[in-house]
């Protein structure tokens, strides 16, 4: 069953809400865009609970509060936390789609991975990161 990875990008879907409420202090001139980063995580969570419930599982709640890769103080601090959480639902994402076969659940896991990889794409080109855009999204570099 797939109900592991699934309950992992539901982690992650977690993990990105808290993020995007963290940053959104720190990104005023971003505002319609971390509302709409949130809005889509909110979603997704929303919907990767209800097929877990589906399928006879009870969805992870989430945590009290994640810790981002480094400390959120301004600004680029800001846009390095919602890159990161980003690239941590890709690779959730990913997870799923490596591990299922059901036709549904991997369209879903694909839109959500597309999604992901265009919010990080979006945020890197307002960080003035260059490239902006990484290939195979989800992936370990290195």
């Given amino acids: 069953m797939n109900v592991d990875a699934v ?3 539901l982690g ?3 993990a990105a809400l808290w993020t995007y409420g ?3 202090a720190f990104l005023g001139s971003q505002a319609a865009a971390v509302a709409e980063g949130s ?9 990767t609970e209800r097929w877990l419930r589906d399928h006879g599982a ?3 709640p989430p ?3 994640y810790l981002p890769p480094s400390p959120v103080s301004d600004g680029p601090s800001a846009l390095a936390a919602l890159v990161a959480v980003e690239q941590d639902t890709c690779a959730a994402w990913r997870g799923v789609l490596e591990r299922t076969d059901d036709s549904a659940l ?4 694909l839109e959500s991975l597309t999604a992901a990889a265009v919010r990080a794409t979006r945020w890197r080109k307002v960080a003035g990161t260059n490239p902006a855009s990484i290939t195979m999204p989800g992936v370990a570099s290195g």
């Fill in 58 to 60: 009870t969805p992870t």
């Fill in 7 to 9: 309950q992992t990008a």
């Fill in 106 to 109: 991997r369209t879903s896991a």
């Fill in 39 to 47: 809005n889509a995580h909110r979603a997704r969570r929303d919907v």
């Fill in 63 to 65: 945590a009290a509060a």
């Fill in 12 to 14: 992650t879907e977690h």
């Fill in 22 to 24: 963290l940053v959104s």
